[in-house]
């Protein structure tokens, strides 16, 4: 399985070792459906539903000066939820990721925004260019759709790039090449949105059968919802967003209307699409009542959308300068009176973040940090950076706890399709990006706490001030750091022989990164 870390740049970039793989990576190639003999689509019951703001009529007073908050947890919800909304849009759907893979969960939800592009809904796709899998062409073709765009952010190594494009952009503007965009944002009518950890990608829903990620979104009703949208139309505004039909030469220069009848049947097929999923999502109404009923969904004042700015910043230097993210996570931890909880799936830390995590130590805060383990990462560049600096971490007096590979929590927050293969379940990885202050601020994003995150990605994360959504998530994040879920790491001990003597050399050979710029 190609690897999605968030870490990419040490794949694609940085690594010199890896300069040949940026030579060859090409566009994906066309997707393929296979013939089907059976029309599946015939199958499914087409029946009218009410839109959304029948749904948000009830609150519509609570959304103009609160926001509704629910975590989702699960990434069995965090999909149906979006493919519910998807289904209930009245007016516009506008769709923000750094990875959106053509795997099963990719090509589901494409189908699911092709067809509100048919009912007429005003669907706009942002993906960022390094990690976009999809082949040119088959983009093209999508938005061909005269309710459907697509831009590709910051496009000079990938989608409408040659090898010759590639090495020019690598060698002369290093620093813009590695200003990616991070964010991860899907918003419906500008009213309703999720944000948080999960891309586009089988793995991040609990579907794929060999790694999976644990991870966290929030869905945000009203309030902190439009400023999303604002955050949103900024980056689509941006130079730096360009829409693929400027960047892919259309050599058939046709007019007709795109046929995405394999795509359609591909998404009805039951081999595809678990019958048992798509009748959860028709009864999500009843979902929502239950939320409702039983205080899940927290009406709160005050919860701020942070995101940074379309660049991030402007400095020559690579690694240089910060961003409106950076700015604001260090203002909350300075905040800090008796507790931190941080979930990472990559902890590369500066002597800057280590005086600021001893800071906050020396004046009594306890500081938990949970990230992955070599066994459970899947990035073992990343890993490499954490490595040569955990000692210096510990000192500071952290306390680290490392994911286990076959975690136990896997068991309540796993697809039902994983359920089912528990005693040849894939590895389980951390990828939640999450911070609890003082048991009163619950923050939930896109940020990792590593160099990428704090000077070149553009990242963005709820704050959300609640005591009760701040325990709640924070019960989670300790439980997860219970022995069944985590190894707790010393200075004496870590969980690195945990793996074959390969994976640990291969961390080994990793330290060909300098260690300047972690």
């Not at 306890?366 to 459970?376: F, P, Y």
Request: hydrophobic letters at 40%.
């Amino acid at each position: 399985m190609m690897s999605n870390s968030i870490y990419y740049s040490y794949k694609r970039i940085i690594n010199p070792v890896l300069f040949s793989l940026l030579l060859s990576a090409c566009s994906a190639k066309p997707i393929l459906f296979p013939e089907s003999k059976h029309d599946y689509c015939a199958d499914i019951e087409k029946k009218s539903s009410p839109m959304l703001s029948t749904y948000l009529t009830p609150v519509t007073d609570k959304m103009a000066n609160q926001t509704g908050v629910y975590v989702l947890e699960q990434g069995i919800e965090a999909m149906l939820s979006r493919a519910w909304l998807t289904k209930h849009a009245e007016e516009t759907i506008d769709v923000q990721y750094f990875i959106f893979s053509t795997d099963n969960i990719g090509l589901i939800a494409t189908d699911y925004l092709v067809k509100a592009a048919d009912r007429g809904i005003k669907v706009r796709v942002l993906v960022d260019d390094i990690m976009v899998e999809a082949n040119g062409e088959d983009l093209l073709t999508l938005s061909k759709h005269k309710n459907l765009s697509i831009k590709i952010y910051n496009p000079m190594v990938n989608i409408g790039k040659n090898v010759f494009d590639k090495v020019i952009n690598l060698t002369t503007n290093f620093h813009q090449l590695n200003q990616r965009m991070h964010n991860k944002t899907f918003t419906v009518d500008g009213q309703v949105s999720i944000t948080g950890g999960r891309n586009v990608a089988d793995e991040y829903f609990g579907y794929d059968h060999e790694y999976n990620f644990r991870d966290r979104d929030v869905l945000l009703v009203g309030g902190a919802a439009n400023d999303i949208q604002t955050s949103f139309d900024q980056f689509w505004e941006s130079d730096l967003s360009v829409d693929v039909k400027e960047l892919i030469k259309d050599h058939e220069q046709s007019t007709a209307v795109p046929n995405f009848t394999a795509l359609h049947e591909y998404a009805c097929n039951p081999e595809n699409f678990v019958p048992s999923v798509r009748k959860k999502i028709k009864n999500i109404p009843f979902a929502i009542d239950e939320i409702q009923k039983n205080q899940e969904l927290q009406w709160v004042t005050g919860v701020e959308y942070v995101s940074d700015i379309p660049g991030k910043n402007d400095q020559t230097d690579f690694l240089a300068g910060s961003g409106i993210s950076t700015e604001r996570l260090v203002e909350l931890l300075r905040s800090a009176k008796t507790s931190v909880v941080i979930q990472t799936p990559y902890l590369i830390t500066t002597k800057y973040t280590r005086s600021h995590f001893k800071a906050l130590v020396d004046k009594g805060v306890e500081v938990k940090i949970l990230t992955n383990s070599l066994a459970s990462n899947d990035n073992l560049e990343a890993f490499s950076g954490y490595q040569r600096n955990r000692k210096d971490l510990l000192k500071t007096g952290v306390q680290i706890y490392e994911f286990k590979p076959d975690a136990q929590i896997r068991r309540k927050i796993m697809s039902e399709v994983m359920q089912k293969q528990l005693e040849h379940a894939p590895i389980f990885g951390l990828h939640a990006k999450t911070m609890v202050i003082d048991d009163n601020i619950a923050v939930i994003g896109t940020f990792n706490l590593d160099p990428r995150s704090t000077h070149l990605n553009t990242e963005n994360f709820v704050v959300i001030p609640s005591k009760k959504m701040a325990e709640e998530v924070k019960f989670g994040m300790l439980e997860e750091m219970q022995p069944e879920n985590a190894w707790r790491v010393t200075l004496d001990w870590n969980p690195d022989g945990e793996v074959s003597k390969l994976k640990q050399l291969g961390v080994k050979l990793r330290r060909v990164v300098p260690k300047n710029i972690l």
